[in-house]
């Protein structure tokens, strides 16, 4: 079974600078996903980044970027110019592209923006 | 439009009760879930459905019983509900089974067992 650790239950960050969130993840899965959530306080789960494991290309979505490392099965989501709205849990999570396709979460990291 | 809704957003009830969480997306997917957030922020799977066949039942106790009248559909009713089944639970949809689709997700219940 897959699993998705994430090592840092909380972080924080000044305003308009950079943090990097960690996620490691267990598989022995050749073809799979990865994605990074957000979580704000109003609990909506809001889909960040979105990696496929056959790429080598790290994915980017504006200030948001990830460090994909397949061997080091590492995944590290990275926010530039943090803003006050980047304040939430973020989630790392694990898709198979084949079979059953639920996702396995990471326990979350918890980031603060300080102003 | 909300692309995937839930009723209630809060549900407050005594042991013992029996209650339903409804789910619905207008998103034209195949595939629906419930997931499960507990008080520490752990989100875990439930049940997944695609074109209303149950397709994951991830070890759920029996009083949970998902239906699904049809794709865009997909409920969830508790049986005899105990203080340990206070959480948030999710629905989410996605375009199909396979293939890494993104999973949307709906805007969570509250549930609390008093």
């Known amino acids: 079974a897959q699993t998705v650790t994430q090592s840092q239950p909380e972080m924080s960050v000044q305003e308009a600078e950079t943090v990097t969130l960690s996620c490691t993840y267990d598989?022995?899965?050749?073809?799979?996903?990865l994605f990074w959530y957000k979580q704000p306080p109003s609990r909506q789960m809001i889909l960040v980044i979105r990696?496929?494991?056959?790429?080598?290309q790290n994915a980017t979505e504006n200030r948001f970027s990830v460090n994909f490392q397949k061997a080091a099965k590492s995944f590290s989501l990275k926010i530039s110019d943090s803003q006050l709205g980047d304040a939430a849990m973020y989630f790392c999570a694990y898709r198979s592209f084949f079979g059953n396709e639920k996702l396995t979460f990471g326990t979350g990291t918890r980031l603060t923006i300080i102003p | 439009d909300t692309a995937v809704s839930q009723t209630p957003k809060y549900l407050v009830t005594q042991m013992g009760n029996d209650k339903s969480i409804k789910c619905e997306q207008n998103l034209g997917h195949d595939t629906m879930y419930w997931y499960k957030q507990d008080s520490k922020k752990f989100l875990k799977i439930m049940f997944s459905y695609n074109n209303k066949e149950l397709i994951i039942n991830e070890t759920v106790p029996n009083r949970f019983s998902p239906k699904s009248p049809d794709k865009a559909h997909l409920n969830l009713h508790i049986n005899s509900l105990e203080l340990g089944d206070s959480a948030v639970y999710f629905c989410?949809?996605?375009?199909?089974?396979?293939?890494?689709?993104?999973?949307?997700f709906g805007p969570g219940t509250r549930l609390l067992v008093l």
């Open positions: 990696q496929e494991a056959y790429k080598q």
């Open positions: 989410a949809s996605s375009p199909m089974v396979s293939g890494g689709e993104t999973q949307y």
């Open positions: 598989t022995s899965e050749s073809d799979y996903y």
